[in-house]
């Protein structure tokens, strides 16, 4: 059985790939800030910190793959989160356990999003691809969460992108998952507030195969890329989200 590591497995999405791969018998060791093996905050350079020291403890072995999940919407007050958790939260462990995930020719899963190609702020994905923490947190402070979501997103796709041939040269595969909307904890809180009740509704039913995402169908993605069945898949971003990024993009593959 294999040996894994990933963050954000508290809730969700994350949890759903913590059950597919326990239930699968293999060992796994979880960072998120609660109902973790390592409970360590992503947003900060010390708790990033923690979290690889915790793994590399653990897994002294190597990993055969490791999935970067933890996030935090775009509605969270307070945005420099938004930079910190979901962009360095993911690429810092990526990098810092490239040496175990290299031992086992390991797999890595990184959960970006459909919004990625959303409008942003190019400052602030350069920022972000210069790994320049301080700018990122600073353009934060005074612009709208939605685009700083869809920014962190767009930046870990290009991450990924960029550092493909790198990490393949090692004999570690890169890829990502890109969500659609999925019920989770990130979408209920706004879900279930009544305000936005009829504009949820209508984006659901804009979704082609008309519904929302489950955290169980990400799993399954997640799933597959860890897998030897994926064993030529190497820098792809796989939509998984009903359809809609081709409704919305039909151009562009
Ligand atoms: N739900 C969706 O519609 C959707 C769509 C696209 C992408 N995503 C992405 O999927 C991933 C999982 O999201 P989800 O919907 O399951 O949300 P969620 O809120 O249920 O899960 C997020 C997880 O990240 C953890 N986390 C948050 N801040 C952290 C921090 N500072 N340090 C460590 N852990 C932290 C949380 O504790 C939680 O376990 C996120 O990266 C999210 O951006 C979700």
Redesign the pocket.
């Known amino acids: 059985m294999g040996s894994y590591a990933m963050?954000?497995?508290?809730?969700?999405?994350?949890?759903a790939i913590r059950k597919s791969l326990v239930s699968a018998g293999h060992q796994l060791i979880v960072?998120?800030?609660?109902?973790a093996d390592i409970n360590?905050?992503?947003?900060t350079a010390e708790?990033r910190a923690e979290a690889l020291a915790g793994i590399k403890a653990r897994a002294s072995d190597g990993l055969d793959g490791f999935i970067a999940?933890?996030?935090?919407?775009g509605s969270v007050p307070v945005k420099p989160?938004i930079p910190?958790?979901?962009y360095f939260?993911s690429v810092e462990l990526v990098d810092g356990l490239r040496d175990l995930l290299r031992t086992r020719r390991g797999s890595v899963v990184l959960?970006?999003?459909?919004?990625a190609p959303m409008e942003t702020r190019q400052d602030y994905v350069d920022a972000l691809l210069a790994g320049d923490e301080a700018a990122a947190r600073a353009i934060a402070e005074d612009t709208d969460g939605h685009p700083l979501?869809s920014g962190s997103?767009q930046a870990i796709a290009r991450w990924m992108r960029r550092n493909t041939q790198s990490y393949a040269a090692e004999g570690i595969r890169l890829n990502a998952v890109?969500?659609?909307?999925?019920?989770?904890?990130?979408?209920e809180s706004v879900a279930s507030d009544p305000a936005y009740a009829d504009a949820i509704k209508q984006f659901l039913d804009s979704i082609p195969l008309k519904r929302?995402?489950e955290?169980e169908d990400?799993a399954k993605a997640v799933s597959y890329l860890l897998s030897d069945e994926a064993s030529f898949v190497c820098g792809s971003v796989l939509f998984v989200d009903g359809g809609h990024d081709a409704m919305l993009r039909p151009d562009s593959c």
């Open positions: 963050t954000g497995g508290a809730t969700g999405i994350g949890a960072v998120d800030v609660k109902d360590a905050d992503l947003s708790g999940c933890a996030g935090v919407s989160l910190s958790v979901n939260g959960i970006a999003s459909n919004s979501y997103k890109a969500p659609g909307y999925t019920r989770t904890p990130m979408t929302a995402g955290p990400i």
